[in-house]
């Protein structure tokens, strides 16, 4: 899946202090992305709305997009997704929490969690991220601002998957205003906006544990460690979330008009499946070593009826299990299919609907 994502706004004195990019790929082949932004807060100065136009080249119809204030808002959240125990917590609304906090770190700046509007998602693949700074402006002008959205794709995983017979690989390629990956169909819109400058950006993959780094850029890797459960438990409210199965690859690069990441995870697997292909391919080789024997002993005017009956038992059992196997194989795919069937008929129903 192509992950060359744009950040651009109309306002060219917008700067970006941080860019987070996170991907979560649950066991069950789904996956999730956030996208983090720290705006500094020199470049709000005298603008009433802030708006950021973000470009996501598998962005469709029936995508799940959601914005994480109503977590971000809480100092628990918080402190685990920002790494700092908070001393304090300021509304910008009087007690309502609904227009905007200030969160006070204990080793870092204030930071003031935003509220967003997401306007106009499909049109040329943006999602537009609109912010009302009327309460800012009034309470917090000297604090950067912070927004964070999330995006489920439709099409599962946002990674490229390769299955083979004993090992499965994913690899990221994540591009980030890369002028290169513009589209043809982006570049007269882009003459209307201009790229936003980005100081630092980081990027975390969230994986299962069964997978092993395979290749990273080492010299941007700051951590790994194994995702810790009941704070992000708390924090994503998903299902898909079990505990003691997924790892966190942080990576921070800094000071590009650019940025890039790309790293690929393999998990050696031998089990049920490699078993059960190794039975499958003994019963075929049996097949084919007997079939000439059978062919000896049958007369060339031995009726079809005859011949079944003059089949071993032994032929029959394994015609079964050879079956078997082949259901076990292609039983996942098939329902995965009808999954995302049902998805995609699900995403046109609820269009018609809008």
Known sequence: MDNSFFLRSENSSIEIEKFQICTWEFNNDNSLIE????????????????VLDLYIPWLEKGVKVKDFYNKLKHSDNSRFIFNDSIASTSPL?????????????????????????????????????????????????????YVR?????????????KK?????????????NESRNIPTSLIQEFKNNSTCKIDSCFCFHIIPNRYSITFLESEHLKTVRTLEF?????????????????MVVFSKKKDGDSYSFFSIYTEER??????????????????????????????????????????????????????AMLFYFFTPSIIQLFKKV?????????????
């Open 35 to 50: 996208f983090g932004i720290e705006i500094k807060a020199n470049g709000l100065t005298g603008y009433k709305e802030l």
């Open 93 to 145: 609304d009087d007690g309502q929490n609904t227009q905007g906090v200030i969160h006070q770190f204990n080793g870092k700046d204030k930071l003031c969690i935003l509220p967003v509007n997401l306007d106009n998602i499909y049109t040329n693949k943006k999602i537009q991220i609109k912010v009302d700074l009327e309460d800012y402006n009034n309470k917090a002008k000297e604090v950067n601002a």
């Open 149 to 161: 959205i999330a995006i489920e794709p439709i099409a599962g995983s946002i990674a490229t998957s």
């Open 164 to 176: 083979g017979i004993g090992k499965s690989t994913i690899i990221y390629d994540i591009k980030l």
């Open 230 to 246: 009941e704070p992000f438990k708390n924090y994503l409210d998903d299902s898909r979330l079990k505990k003691d199965e997924l």
């Open 270 to 323: 031998i089990g049920a499946s490699q078993f059960a292909l190794a039975v499958l391919i003994n019963i075929i080789c049996g097949f084919l070593f007997a079939l000439p024997t059978i062919r000896e002993g049958m007369l060339e005017n031995t009726s079809k009826k005859e011949i079944f009956q003059k089949i071993p038992i032994e032929f029959i059992i394994a015609l079964f299990l050879a079956l």
């Open 342 to 354: 049902k998805t995609f008929i699900f995403s046109l129903f609820k269009g018609k609907k809008q």
